[in-house]
């Protein structure tokens, strides 16, 4: 039987009279099945009055006479009394964090009715104790002096707060009065306090008190496994409990070990494939039954993949929990809005950082309001390289959106700001279709409430802070906040959090991220108190909270006939989110407490993403195959051609790619570019001049301010003084001079980022080839080929190279991508006639990366160990190659397809539209 069931079943064989009788549970959900369960008692056959129902704090407010204000009320009535306390207080910037701790505290120490005076005095002896070998400093004197405050603080604060009959909930049970015949307590005559567990010692005082007066009847929810055993944290706040008893208790029930149940604990690749899990069981369940039926979510990130998992055989659902508003869109428009105007000036005065506007921008509550205009701004920017841009170029959107991006200097003008985005985004909803945007009209409402409700308050007390710290004020606000669905709590599906699981049962419970982290939760909550002071004053801590969530989680399954955990098998990046430990308890302990247990472990089984029928297949038609014919092919295009056929098609047959994005640093392309640009203009004057020591000083010497020009025409307005574009510019100039150090005297550079082009007539048809050289030069010897590399260099050899088959010559291309860049520079170079015949080739690739060591420049090698190549030969070499390229390159039979080399798919900007991210 359900344990509120039970209750009202011995309620009604006591023959109380409801009408003079108050129900206190756990929570406000917990009467309202206790309501539920009167109305369905056994031989109910004449209406009867209902009891009233509370929970523990309604009920503590309903018999005190203090006023319950929230935390963000008691943060602002603290500070005026903070200021008064504190010789030199902080400016509310400062201030706001630790208020919201001390907050809390002082709440715990009325809770567990704490010695104050002994607590106190413990802290500011702690803090002498701790900073002695600190010495006399004046941090030092500060953080002792804190220390002693914080008692002047605690009964200044409360004295206020009482003397308006206001505050907080450990300080209304504090101030309830010992005489429990008092008029608070006449109107009724028997007072139920029904499946508690964690009481504090505020609270167990006012329960005993009552039970002694004669008006109080406890009812709990104990089992005896975890009772009886003392190694078990879901009953250790029973067994501390005095006023619990053996013999007398009602109810030590013996259900986890004896009543039939069955649990099925199954492991999961990920959140989202977890909810797909539970909506497959629970769409292959033959006797469904609805109303039985509790899902419950640890994690309340996980409710709406849950909800769109769930079957549609499943008509009726009721979620209790609220969804967080910290999860939605509109969140998310927010905090961009406030990066950007906290951001506003980071290049120029007046400015806004592109990143930050572009968010904003391309946010799908703005980009509908504004779509032209977005696209030619962020066109411009894009054009520009404009990695902030002024208020000017953005006047066209504030006549659109107005104030979006007028500058604030002022947390009223904040406000203001996002008040009047709020309003405009609701007008938008309104013009549309508002019933398909309930939620987000919901959300703007309860937006709008807190954001005046938080300027309310730094007007009346008279708070001036920044914009930061409103930030921070109004993240606190609506992270705490969450938006309650809309249905029937008592039929149907019910989806709800652990917290609200409290003194309900259920026959079929599914608990999903049974995950260490997340059930127990991860420790939270920041304090002033150091643990050891907390464990002997009786404050909860992290043990405590660990028993909170035990018990919660057993409770659940004590009556419930079939149990399904569901636990996610991915680990973070530390190693953590291992399986719950309460997963390893069910395992090893209370499987083999009975015969009534049985449990089942598994690990969900997930079909393969990839298949045979999944490959992406393009067959070259008569219109590519004279594409292909037509186009001029770099080393580049054809080097992607041997790496994933798909991406050549899709770069340099249907013209795609990845859109340009303003950069505020240098990415590594861009880093690249500067680079080979820096050199080139410092060697283009000495073009066929043998380079004299005179010559190297002087590119030495114009190598600075070349550096910095340069990166200043391809990053735009990127500020140089500072920041990631101060270091990535330091590192260029670092290694062109590393790379000078090295040069010869009486070297003759013949060309620099020339471009070359020929046509070759290979065995499936002529190829035009084009490509741009980065440098060649020669000692009057050999002619270098060179082309610059940033990152790493691997080997460029290839053995036995006259020996491969076309096949083998393919895959050979494929691991030494260089290798065919090379042989095309050679070819290029000797159909060219710009290299003196005579001269043999060295064709290489330079890496900046290992020039420090000596080892920048790698030379192909053909199998035979030499670096220098005879032009006859090594146009042959090239020829050969291209012929394998273009032999299925031209084959109409063979279809442009994905790479089976997935490694390739890392970088590949298509990743997604195969399916292989």
Known sequence: MEFLRRVVSDLNGRGIDLKRTAVVTPSRRAGLFLKKYLYDREGASNPVWLPDRFSIQDFVAAVSRITLLDHLSLVFKLYPVYRAVFNSPRPFD?????????????????????????LFEKLQNLSRIGTESAGNTPMVNEFIRFAGALKDLYFSFTSRLLETREGYYGLALREIPGDFDADRFSRW????????NALTAGEQTLIAGLEEAGKALVYWDIDAWFYDNDAQEAGRFFRKNPRIDRSTASWIDDDLRT????????????????????????????????????????????????????????????????????YTALYNLVEAVFDMHIDAGGGSEGAFRYASVAAVLRHPYIYPMAEEAVEEILALSRDQQLAFLQQDLLQPLNRLIPGLFEPVSATGDMVALISNLLRQIASWIEAGDPEQHLFEIEYLFQFMTRLQRIAGFL????????????????????????????????????????LETRSLDFKHVIILSVNEGILPAAQAGETYIPNDVREDAGMPTSLHQDAVYAYYFYRLLKRAEKVTILYNTVHDSFGKGEKSRFIEQ????????????????????????????????????????????????SPTSLQTYLNCSLRFYFTYILGLAREDDVLETADASVFGTILHEVLNRLYRPLLKKPLTTEHISDMKERATGLVSEIYREKMGTADLARGKNYLYREIIETLVLEYL????????????????????????GPISLLGYIDRIQTDGTAADLIDFKTGTVSSL?????????????????????????????????????????????????????????????????????????????????????????????????????????????????????????
């Open 94 to 118: 400062a201030y706001y964090q630790w208020g919201s701790i001390v907050i809390s505290d002082f709440n715990e120490i009325d809770l567990c009715l704490c010695d104050r005076g002994t």
């Open 189 to 196: 005559d028997t007072i139920v306090f029904a499946g508690f």
């Open 797 to 917: 050899a290839i053995s036995s190279f006259a020996d491969l088959s076309s096949d083998q010559l393919r895959e050979k291309l494929r691991e030494k991508s260089g290798v065919l860049q090379l042989l095309i520079y050679c070819l290029l170079t000797c159909r060219s006639g710009r290299v003196d015949s005579r001269l043999d080739l060295r064709p290489c690739l330079y890496s900046f990366r290992t020039q420090r060591e000596g080892k920048g420049a790698r030379f192909l090698d053909l199998g035979d160990g030499a670096a220098r190549l005879r032009p006859k030969a090594a146009a042959a070499a090239a020829g050969r190659v291209l012929d394998a390229v273009c032999e299925p390159l031209f084959d109409p039979d063979d279809p442009f397809r994905q790479t089976a080399d997935r490694p390739v798919c890392a970088y590949c900007p298509f990743v997604t539209v195969c399916g292989r991210q």
């Open 741 to 764: 150090e090295g040069e010869r005297p009486g070297l003759t550079v013949l060309s620099t980022e020339e471009r070359f082009s020929a046509v070759y007539e290979s065995a499936s």
């Open 259 to 326: 009543l039939p149940k069955t649990i099925s604990i199954t492991g999961t690749a990920g959140r989202a494939g977890m909810a797909k899990v539970l909506g497959s069981l629970l769409a292959e369940e033959e006797q469904f039954a609805q109303d039985d039926t509790a899902v419950i979510l640890p994690d309340e990130t996980l409710l709406f993949p849950v909800l769109h998992s769930l079957p549609d055989r499943i008509s009726r659902i009721n979620v209790t929990m609220g969804y967080p508003l910290k």
């Open 586 to 633: 069910i395992l090893h302990e209370l499987a083999s407490a009975g015969p009534a247990v049985t449990v089942r472990e598994t690990i969900a089984s997930i079909e393969p993403v990839f298949d045979a029928a999944a490959e992406i297949v393009i067959p070259k038609s008569e219109e590519i195959m004279a594409l292909l014919a037509s186009r001029h092919y």
């Open 459 to 498: 007007e009346d007390y008279e708070v001036h802070t920044d914009i930061p710290t409103f930030r921070r004020l109004f993240r606190d606000v609506i992270q705490s906040t969450s938006v309650p669905f809309i249905g029937e709590p008592l039929h149907g599906l019910q989806i709800m959090g652990l």
